[in-house]
Every structure is written in structure tokens, then in C-alpha cells.
């Protein structure tokens, strides 16, 4: 057993494994005696040296690849499961499990050769059978998905043989290929149960344990078509705590934490401290406020315009993120294909602010006040605390209200809310973002279960919609951008959203963990290079 917090007896036990097992040698025994309240002593901690702790912020929403589509579950998807395509480092799609992938000229026909060598975790060969449980499971009606309403227009799965995979679509849909990204392939017959607590992937980790709200168990897949992970075991905790976080890399019973929902100003200082490192690399998660344009306040574009002029989004980048973003003009990165050379810079101008909101009926006698949601952790309560500073500059009172996660993401998606910031991991790395974001018919409803998309403001535009169905009707990719790019200036003109900036990739790691690179979408698929070594 790689780890454990448990009673001494329990450690010593373990210890005797690890010196019977043939690698013991590269066991690092890390052992750490602290002292809890009252004076009892702390178990010690052994974490043995091909084993990596690693702490995220809160517990995933599902370990469903058909389901979760929180940040967690994402991120661990990602190493448990393999996606029929994915995204290279420029962001564009190229095959994973598909060998090689071929689109109709109309758009409408989407055939995958599926590879010869992945397996799943229980040792069955990958088949084209598996690709069509997954989707049709995920797009049955009684089926709760928020991911089936990007398959939509998918009308038939074929599968002529066993690694052959054919999706027909009832119209031309070439957003298709960014929405196959975000479903990790289960085996035939996997029930949602089974694939919530103890799924079987075919990526370069598989679950030996999960234990809800405290903790994951992985191992490394030996057989992964991609080679197997550094890595024997991967253990990856849940501390909702920010200090706790903290205070678990300074004693090294966390060895890595990224994107981790601590401050940028714990972060550096944990990169200054003995024994831990700070890494960083660009980033294209996308740092927003949904604004409800169904709220009769915000209806208003020039209130909505006024916000957006409100606020100062280098001060925020340089004081509370310390440098680590840089500012958001739209909302597609400036690396994806399709974002438009012309795109306006995000402006800050009060005064401007100002003017709006007097022509809105708004000002000294008559100011606007509105409510700002956030979840608890300590990131996005700062942030809301500097923007409730800068909005009272220009007559904007904003009060502040913080949630539990969970509970603050199920009111945004049913859309009680007026105002809340949330940062949108990994979606706008592809076009189809831009529909399941802005499209009206991808507003979420509670009658189809909030399952059509991701249009919490419930933004509005037959111009916008046009454009969006457009550009998916098409192949000729010149086309595709000029559609797109009008779209996006359109939503940045209607300020569908205010966008904030895009946040670094940040991790702390202690100083034996190696082989660190961050990916620019922010993905754990780095992991499976890591490893620990003896001296840092």
C-alpha cells in the first residue's frame, strides 16, 4: 500500500510490504510527525517514491465521462478515459482513439477508424460497438446529460465493423468534431452507476478506489497505447480548505497541487518556501461574469455595456492575480483558429461607465444595484471583493453572496442569478464553444433537465444564432472564420458575457516531483510524464 494516514501499526505493516516488494528500493519514505490538539501525536505519513499525492479543490461532480462537465470531473476524465478525438498544443482537432477520422463534403457524415491497440482497463479490446453505447446511452431520453444536447443533430450511429464508427447527422455539422472532445469512451453496457464510482477507461490511469468527498485511487495503465505513465499510483485528494491545501504542500503530505483555487499571492509564496517549486505557462481558461439578460435590469445593453467599461481588468490581473493572467477580449483565446484578428481590446473607462448608466436612468438618487454570485473558495471572493469596489466607482452597488460549489453552479445553470463569476475550463478551446455558449436554442431549461447547453445568461440574437448555424453548415474553413468572427464581435459588442482575462496555468509542487509541463488547456494529461525523484 503506497500511502495511508492511518495508526501506527497500520504504517509499520505497510512498511514490511514495501521491503518484501521487489522495487522497494525506490521507496522514498517521507515521514512527518505533527501534533494535533490536546497533544496526541499524528500518525506519520509514508508516501512511497513512485507515488504521487496531489490535491485538487473539491470532489468531482461524476466520474461519468457521459455526464460531468464540472472542471474536476473533466480534468480526471482525462486520465481515465481516451476521447475518439482531441486537441493538439495548437489547439487543433487530431485523432486519439480514432486512428483517423474523415468528414463528408456536405458535413453531414463523420466516419472514425478506431486504433488497433487501446484497451480498456479490464483488458477488452476497444470496438466501435463501445463508441456506440457511449453516445446513444448519453442521447437517450431518459438519460440526464448537459453534454447530449451538443448531439443534437447526430440522427444514427453506424458500425459497419468492429473499428469502424460512421455518425450521420440530419443536417451539416461540423461543430461535431470539438463536442467528441469532451466524451470519454465506456465499455458497452457500463451503467451510470458504475461508471459514477468505479469507471473503466482506456487512459493512462484506472481507478482502484474512490472514496466520495475524501479521495481517488489510481494506478498507472502499463498497457496505455500512448505509453504507461512514470507513475505507479496517482493519489488525488479533496480539501475544499484553501489554508489546508496550503498547509498540506508545506508538509509534504501533498506533493502537487494545480489550478487549485489557491491565491496568486499563496501560490508565490509557497514557491518561495523550502522544499516547494511554482510553475506557470500560459493558459486559455476563460475568467468571466455571466450577466442574466433575462434579469429586467440587465436586459438593458447599456447597462450591460456600463459594467463591462466598470471594470479594471489590468489592476485586478496585477494586484490579486499578481500578474499571472493576462486580459480576455472575447471569448475564444487569441490561439484558436478562429478568433478574430480585429477583436477590440477590453476597454476600462468609468467615466464612459458613467455616462451609460445615467442614459439607462441610473445615478446619484436612483443607483443600480445588483447581486454578484460566486462559489466559497477564496479566489473568486477576492476577486468579487475588488469588482464590487471598482463597480461602486462609477454609482453600482453590488452586493456579494458566496456558495458552496455545487449549489452556487446548479443556480447559474437554472439561471437564478443576476450576476456571477466563474472560470470556464478547457470548452473554448474549440468553435463549437461559441454555439453551446450563445445559440438561444442552447438556453437550459428544467424541463429537459438543463441539458441543452451552456447559455446561462440567456442570451438572445437571431443575428448571432444565424451566423453560428452558418458556420457550421460549412467546410470551407475562410468561411468558417469570417462567420465566427462576426459572431464574436457581436457578443462582445451585446456584452453576452464580460470577459475577465485568461489565468496562467499555476502549480506548486514540492521540489522531487519532475517532469512538469503544463499544457495550454490546462489538461492533467501531463501527468503521465511525471515522476518523483530521490533528491529534488
Known amino acids: ?23 522497494a528500493w525506490l521507496v522514498l519514505a517521507v515521514v512527518l510527525s505533527a501534533w494535533l490538539p490536546g497533544g496526541c501525536r499524528r500518525a506519520p505519513v509514508v508516501i512511497a517514491a513512485d507515488t504521487l499525492v496531489m490535491a485538487v479543490e473539491k470532489p468531482p461532480k461524476t466520474l461519468d465521462p457521459r455526464v460531468g462537465n464540472d472542471a474536476i470531473s473533466a480534468r480526471l476524465q482525462q486520465i481515465i478515459f481516451d476521447t475518439l478525438v482531441n486537441k493538439n498544443d495548437r489547439l487543433d482537432i487530431v485523432p486519439e482513439l480514432a486512428a483517423d477520422f474523415a468528414v463528408s463534403p456536405d458535413a ?24 456506440k453505447y457511449t453516445f446513444e446511452t448519453m442521447c437517450a431520453p431518459d438519460f440526464s446529460s448537459p453534454k447530449k444536447g451538443d448531439f443534437a443533430l447526430v440522427e444514427r450511429i453506424e458500425t459497419p465493423d468492429e473499428r469502424t464508427v460512421i455518425f450521420r447527422c440530419r443536417a451539416p455539422n461540423l461543430p461535431l468534431l470539438g463536442s467528441l472532445v469532451a466524451v470519454g469512451i465506456v465499455p458497452k453496457g457500463t451503467t451510470s452507476e458504475a461508471a459514477a464510482q468505479k469507471p473503466i477507461g482506456t487512459g493512462p490511469f484506472r481507478v482502484i478506489a474512490y472514496r466520495e468527498n475524501s479521495d481517488i485511487l489510481l494506478e498507472a495503465n502499463p498497457d496505455y497505447f500512448k505509453g504507461g505513465p512514470k507513475l505507479r499510483q496517482l493519489r488525488i485528494r479533496f480539501i475544499p480548505d484553501a489554508t489546508t491545501r496550503e498547509l498540506e504542500l ?3 503530505t501533498v506533493q502537487l497541487a494545480v489550478n487549485a483555487d489557491l491565491a496568486y499571492s499563496t501560490s508565490q509564496a509557497l514557491g518561495k518556501a523550502p522544499g516547494l517549486k511554482l510553475t506557470q505557462a500560459k493558459g486559455t481558461n476563460l475568467a ?9 435590469r440587465l436586459a438593458d445593453v447599456r447597462v450591460r455595456r456600463a459594467l463591462a ?8 490581473i496585477r ?20 478568433y478574430p484578428d480585429d477583436l477590440p481590446p477590453p476597454r476600462y473607462d468609468p467615466d464612459a461607465a458613467r455616462q451609460l448608466l445615467a442614459e439607462a436612468g441610473y445615478g446619484p438618487g436612483h443607483p443600480l444595484r445588483l447581486e454578484l454570485k460566486t462559489s466559497s473558495a477564496e479566489l473568486p471572493r477576492q476577486v468579487a471583493a475588488v469588482l464590487q469596489e471598482q463597480l461602486k466607482r462609477v454609482g453600482i452597488e453590488l452586493s456579494l453572496r458566496s456558495f458552496e460549489f455545487q449549489t452556487f453552479l446548479q443556480d447559474t445553470i437554472a439561471g437564478n442569478f443576476q450576476m456571477f463569476y ?20 442552447r438556453i437550459p431549461t428544467k424541463e429537459k433537465g438543463y441539458s441543452e447547453g451552456a447559455n446561462r445568461g440567456r442570451y438572445r440574437s437571431p443575428q448571432v444564432d444565424a451566423w453560428l448555424r452558418a458556420a457550421a453548415a460549412t467546410t470551407d474553413k475562410a468561411e468558417q472564420r469570417r462567420l465566427y468572427g462576426l459572431a464574436q464581435r457581436q457578443v462582445v459588442d451585446d456584452v453576452a458575457q464580460i470577459f475577465l482575462w485568461h489565468p496562467n496555468n499555476v502549480a506548486v509542487a514540492r521540489e522531487q516531483v519532475q517532469g512538469i509541463e503544463l499544457e495550454l488547456s490546462g489538461s492533467y494529461a501531463f501527468l503521465r510524464g511525471v ?6
Open 288 to 296: 468571466y461574469l455571466g450577466l442574466n439578460c433575462d434579469d429586467p
Open 250 to 252: 508545506r508538509k509534504g
Open 1 to 23: 500500500m503506497p500511502w495511508f494516514e492511518d495508526p501506527p501499526w497500520l504504517a509499520a505493516r505497510a512498511l514490511g510490504r514495501l521491503a518484501r516488494d521487489r522495487r
Open 531 to 536: 515522476w518523483i525523484s530521490a533528491t529534488p
Open 108 to 131: 453531414r457524415a463523420f466516419t472514425f477508424r478506431l486504433r488497433s491497440d487501446a484497451r480498456f482497463h479490464d483488458g477488452r479490446p476497444l470496438t466501435a460497438e463501445d463508441v
Open 422 to 441: 466563474l472560470i470556464n475550463v478547457g470548452g473554448n478551446q474549440s468553435v463549437d464553444f461559441l454555439s453551446y455558449f450563445y445559440e438561444s436554442s
Open 319 to 338: 494586484t490579486v492575480l499578481r500578474g499571472m493572467a493576462r486580459p480576455a477580449a472575447g471569448p475564444l483565446p487569441p490561439e484558436q483558429w478562429a
Open 309 to 316: 467599461l466598470a471594470v479594471d481588468r489590468e489592476t485586478i
